[in-house]
């Protein structure tokens, strides 16, 4: 959730930071940093801490994971499958996605923001689920 006015003057309440399955959630620290061992961050501990360098100007009042999970109809001829797992994992490349069904947010999300991602997917109260960690 942010205050203040982007470099168009526009005042946009609410901005989503995606981040791509395919980097690891949790980050090795550089061993000047770790001196006494391995160190690990998580991926989102470094997202929080740099969200004010991705909206320059403005004021982040919120910040909240959340995780969308959708229905996914994945189609497999069983009589053509001689590999299974090469099967699905090409099948799950290019799938089609669904319809949202569940909205996972942080236990610590605000009503508003997960109201809002409510309306956003278009789901009921009963698919909305508070998760630590």
């Known amino acids: ?3 203040g006015h982007d470099a168009f003057g526009r005042e946009n309440e609410i901005a989503i930071v995606k981040v791509p399955r395919a980097l690891p959630r949790l980050i090795r620290m550089p061993k000047k ?9 998580s991926l989102s501990s470094i997202v ?3 969200l004010e360098d ?10 909240s994971q959340f995780r969308v999970t ?7 001829d069983e009589e053509d499958v001689r590999n299974l797992r090469t099967a699905l994992r090409q099948g799950l490349q290019h799938r089609h996605y669904g319809q949202a069904v569940r909205l996972e947010v942080s236990a610590g999300c605000s009503r508003f923001l997960s ?9 009921p109260n009963a698919a909305l689920y508070r998760v630590h960690g």
Not at 33 to 41: E, I, M, R
Not at 70 to 76: F, M, T
Not at 115 to 123: S, Y
């Open 1 to 3: 959730r942010l205050k």
């Open 115 to 123: 109201d809002f991602l409510l309306q956003q997917f278009d789901l």
């Open 48 to 50: 929080r801490a740099h």
């Open 33 to 41: 940093v770790a001196s006494d061992g391995a160190l690990f961050v």
């Open 70 to 76: 959708r229905h996914s109809d994945l189609a497999l």
């Open 54 to 63: 991705l909206f320059p100007g403005r004021e982040v009042t919120e910040f």
